[in-house]
């Protein structure tokens, strides 16, 4: 039969093999493992994970995968999935990468809850594991790159709910060690399942949109390897019926290449931003600039005095769900530009505590918002690769200090150092695990390729 989009992708996943994966496409895939389990740990502590949690342990009937930050609870695989997504999702604080999207959020779960729903007889060892990840990466990139409009910052749907399922099909899907067929309907299955509007951005239910695409594309590849079809057809541009077409008004889908003895996977290329701070991830220019205009007043004023700023000028670009002026709650904020720059302000960081009740409600905080005004010039494009932050403060003296960034550090042009990584990961999981386990954890995902059973991560 003739080659498709489709058959293509499920081809790749099929075959593509632990060898193709460069030393870059691991190292990097191990930071990524690293940091989102830290994540999700302290996403564990969250409201909005508890409501996960007790909806789930309602239906739970074969409790056999394990709960971040709960060692006394396990759930059903594809529930354990859902909730530990959740988890991932819950404070803003996951990686992203471009085009925009949360890559190992929608991933993780699935597979590390896979892992423990398998027969002893057929654990996947460390490598499958990892390659695993890594087709789940390689299947939501060359996804968003198929449509120019999925490099810009989203406007209609939330792109993990979309790219996410069908990378989490794709990933479970091999590491279940589906057939070509099979990897092909789990697509196509998964497909039915995604999506998720913007505009619930800034809500309880944002979260919900990475648990349930680690889950619905667990689902999809359980599915699919009980039989049942879809179209084989889902990712091709079939004219007159929209398949994963329907998400993007452009959409130029090209075939994937089988691997021979080299396939260079995306990641290798792009690499992956990691959040500093939990919070969208526009909102890491603005508060960079923010610190380095702080710092400039310092200098000229000897502290931070707000009663000398007569206005705060913040230059962004055009993005309605993240241009927030005066935020009420926890998640609001973190989806305010307006917010994360006046809290950098005024304390000099933005971290953890930043977001409870009492920090966002601070009258002193209240008066710089008071201060704000927005300018979206016509350079400073809504695209995480091209955009920038600019913080202006105008003082009632007349003088002006300005700071500018344009690559934050935790940015893919401005990695974070391997101990910037371990001191956020140490941080997040200190919140619910010993120190022991906390460095059991970083040996274990340092010496992924070597652990025989992938289970005991």
Known sequence: ?????????????????????????????????????????????????????????????????????KPGIKLSPTLAAFTNGVATHSMDFDDTWHPATHPSGAVL?????????????????????????????????????????????????????????????????????????????????????????????????????????????????????????????????????????????????????TPSDHHEFLLEKQDIAFKRFPAHLGMHWVVDAALSVRNLFINYAGSFSPSLIRTIVLKIPVSKYINRPFPSSEHQARHSFQFNAC?????????????TESSIHRQELRELLDKVVVEHPEDNVANFDKMYGEVALLLHSGDV?????????????KPLSKESLLKKFRSNASHVLPEGKIETIITMVDNLENLSDSSQL
């Open 109 to 257: 779960p699935a597979l590390l809850a896979a892992s423990q729903m398998l027969p002893p007889s057929t654990k996947p060892n460390g490598m499958d594991f990892l390659l695993a990840f890594n087709v789940g990466l390689e299947v939501q990139g060359r996804l968003m790159h198929f449509s120019t409009e999925a490099h810009n910052i989203p406007k209609r749907f939330h792109p993990p709910s979309v790219v996410g399922t069908m990378g989490s099909a794709a990933a479970t899907a091999k590491l279940l060690s589906l057939s070509t067929a099979q990897c092909a309907h789990a697509l196509g299955i998964a497909a039915s399942l995604a999506g998720a509007p913007m505009a619930n951005a800034a809500t309880q239910a944002k979260p919900l949109h990475i648990g349930n695409a680690t889950r619905l594309g667990f689902e999809a590849a359980l599915l699919a390897a009980r039989g049942m079809e879809a179209n084989p057809l889902i990712l091709d541009d079939i004219t007159g019926c929209s398949g994963f077409s329907a998400f993007y008004s452009i959409y130029q889908p090209k075939p994937l290449s």
């Open 401 to 413: 200090l300005t700071g500018k960034c344009d690559t934050f550090y935790g940015h893919w042009r």
């Open 1 to 69: 039969p003739e080659e498709t989009v489709t058959s293509s992708f499920a081809s790749f996943i099929h075959a593509v093999r632990p060898e193709h994966l460069s030393k870059t496409v691991c190292h990097r895939s191990k930071r990524m493992i690293l940091d989102s389990i830290g994540v999700g740990l302290v996403g564990s502590t969250t409201h909005v994970f508890d409501i996960a949690l007790q909806y789930c342990r309602l239906y739970s009937s074969v409790a056999v995968s394990s709960v971040y930050g």
């Open 343 to 355: 809290t950098a302000l005024l304390d000099g960081e933005v971290g953890l505590s930043s977001f």
